[in-house]
C-alpha cells in the first residue's frame, strides 16, 4: 500500500510531478512503441511508412475505448479511495476489466474484417495497401491487450500508483526494441516480415505487459484483492460509463478528425502520407509531458473532489495549466528551430521532408491551445462531468470538416491550407470549452481551504 499517494494533502506542484513522473515515463515508453515502429519500417521506403501510418489511425479506437473504461474508473476509484470507501474501488476494478474484456473482443473482430477496404479507402495503394492490411489486422489483434493495459495502468492511477505502470510499459518497450528489427529485418534465424513484423513485435510486447498485470493482481494481490463474483453490476457499469463515454467518445471524434485529414491528404501522394504519419507521430511526443501532467491533474482533482476540496481542485487546475503551457511552448520552439531533423529521423525522402516540414511549423502553433484543452478536460474528468469535453471535441469536428472540405477545393489552396484550418479549430476549440470551466468553477463554492 506504500506506493498509493494520498492526493489531498501537501504542495499541489510537488504532488503533481511527482505524480505525473512515472506517468509521463509510462507515456513515453508508450509513444516509443509507435516511434520504433515507424523508425524501423522507415527504412523500407515511403511506402511502408504511408501502410504504417494509415494503419496506426486505428490506435485511436484503441484510446477511445480505453478512455470510455479507463477515465470512468480513475475518477470512481480516485473519489472512492478520496472518501474512504475501498470496497467500492475494488468492484470498480472488477467492471472495468470485464467491460474491457467485450469491447477488446469486440474492437479486435472488427478489426479482422474491415482491413481492406479501410485501408483502400484512405490512400493505400500497391504495396502501401498490401502492407498497410498486413499491419491493419495484425494491430486489431492487440486492441485487446492495449485496451487491457491501459484499463489495469487507470485502475493502477486512480489508487495513486503510477510507478507499478511505468515499470511495466518500460519492460514492455525494451522487448518491441529488441523484436522489431529480429522480425521486421529477420535477424537471428527469423524471416524477413517487413511491416508485419512491426505489427507481431508490438502484439508480443503487450501480451507479456498484460501476463505481468494479471499477475500483480491476481496472484500477488498487489493493493486490492479483487474477491467475490465476477458479474456485471450494472450500476457500476452506468455511472464508469456516464463519467467514461464522453471523454472516449471525444478519442473517436478525434480518430475521424484523422481520417477526415488523411482522405484530403490521399490525393497529394503517397510522400504526402507518410509526412502526416511522420509528423503527427513526432506531435504525439511533444504533447506527452503536457498530457502526463494532465493525467495528474484529473486523479488529484478526483480525489479532492471526492475529499470535498474543491478550492484545492481550482489551484490545481491553475497550477496544471501554467505547467502544461510552458511545456506546449517549448514543443513549438522546437518544431520551428530543427523541423528538418526532425523528419529526417524517420524519412530521408526530399518529398516526404517538404510536405513534413510545413506540417510541423503549422500545426505545432496550435500546441497551446491543445495543451489548455487537455487541462480543462482533466478537471471535467475528475470530477466526473466530461460531457463539455465531447460537446467542445464534436463542435471542432464539425467546423474542420465542413471548412476543410470545401475552403481549400474553392479557393484552390495547397495542402498547408489544411493545417492552417486545423489550427483555427483548436483555437475556437480552446475557447469554449475554457469559458465552460469557467462557468462550471464559479458555481463551485469552495467548502475547504487548499
Not at 515502429?37 to 484503441?62: E, K, M, T
Not at 509526412?275 to 486523479?299: E, N
Not at 469536428?397 to 491550407?417: E, K, R
Request: proline share 3%.
Amino acid at each position: 500500500m506504500t506506493d498509493r499517494l494520498n492526493l489531498t494533502t501537501g504542495t499541489i506542484a510537488r504532488q503533481l510531478f511527482r505524480l505525473s513522473s512515472p506517468i509521463m515515463f509510462g507515456m513515453l515508453m508508450f509513444t516509443l512503441y509507435l516511434l520504433t515502429d515507424l523508425y524501423f519500417v522507415g527504412r523500407l521506403g515511403p511506402d511502408a511508412v504511408a501502410a504504417l501510418s494509415i494503419s496506426g489511425n486505428v490506435f485511436f479506437v484503441h484510446l477511445g475505448l480505453s478512455f470510455i473504461i479507463g477515465t470512468g474508473a480513475m475518477a470512481l476509484i480516485a473519489q472512492a479511495y478520496g472518501a474512504k470507501k475501498f470496497s467500492r474501488a475494488k468492484e470498480v476494478f472488477k467492471q472495468s476489466l470485464i467491460l474491457s474484456l467485450i469491447a477488446g473482443s469486440v474492437a479486435a473482430v472488427t478489426g479482422l474484417l474491415i482491413a481492406h477496404p479501410y485501408i483502400s479507402f484512405f490512400g493505400g495503394k500497391g504495396m502501401a495497401l498490401k502492407w498497410g492490411v498486413e499491419y491493419f489486422q495484425i494491430y486489431s489483434i492487440s486492441l485487446l491487450f492495449l485496451l487491457l493495459m491501459h484499463v489495469f495502468s487507470a485502475c493502477y492511477r486512480g489508487m495513486g500508483d503510477t510507478k507499478t505502470s511505468m515499470l511495466i510499459i518500460l519492460q514492455s518497450l525494451v522487448l518491441n526494441i529488441i523484436l522489431d528489427p529480429v522480425l521486421i529485418f529477420g535477424l537471428a534465424g527469423f524471416p524477413a516480415l517487413g511491416v508485419k513484423g512491426a505489427a507481431l513485435a508490438s502484439l508480443i510486447s503487450q501480451i507479456y505487459g498484460v501476463v505481468i498485470y494479471i499477475y500483480l493482481v491476481f496472484v500477488k494481490k498487489q493493493h486490492i484483492h479483487l474477491k467475490g463474483p465476477w458479474t456485471l453490476n450494472l450500476g457500476v457499469i452506468k455511472q464508469s460509463l456516464a463519467i467514461g463515454l464522453p471523454s472516449g467518445v471525444a478519442y473517436f471524434l478525434m480518430t475521424a478528425n484523422l481520417l477526415i485529414t488523411y482522405r484530403v491528404v490521399s490525393p497529394y501522394g503517397t510522400q504526402a502520407l507518410a509526412s502526416l504519419g511522420i509528423g503527427f507521430r513526432i506531435v504525439q511526443a511533444i504533447y506527452l509531458p503536457s498530457v502526463a501532467i494532465c493525467d495528474a491533474m484529473a486523479a488529484m482533482v478526483g480525489q479532492n473532489f471526492g475529499a470535498k476540496k474543491q478550492s484545492r481542485v481550482i489551484s490545481t487546475f491553475w497550477t496544471g495549466w501554467r505547467i502544461s503551457s510552458m511545456l506546449m511552448i517549448a514543443g513549438t520552439v522546437l518544431c520551428w528551430m530543427f523541423p528538418t531533423f526532425l523528419i529526417h529521423l524517420f524519412s530521408q525522402d526530399p518529398q516526404v521532408t517538404y510536405y513534413g516540414v510545413i506540417y510541423l511549423k503549422i500545426i505545432s502553433l496550435a500546441n497551446m491551445a491543445v495543451g489548455t484543452i487537455l487541462t480543462v478536460s482533466a478537471v471535467f474528468q475528475g470530477i466526473g462531468k466530461t460531457y463539455p469535453t465531447l460537446v467542445c471535441a464534436l463542435a471542432d469536428n464539425f467546423l474542420f470538416a465542413i471548412a476543410v472540405f470545401t475552403l481549400p477545393i474553392y479557393f484552390s489552396w495547397g495542402i498547408s491550407s489544411v493545417w492552417w484550418i486545423k489550427l483555427m479549430t483548436a483555437v475556437l476549440e480552446m475557447a469554449f470549452c475554457s469559458a465552460w470551466l469557467k462557468y462550471h468553477i464559479k458555481k463551485m463554492s469552495p467548502l475547504s481551504t487548499v
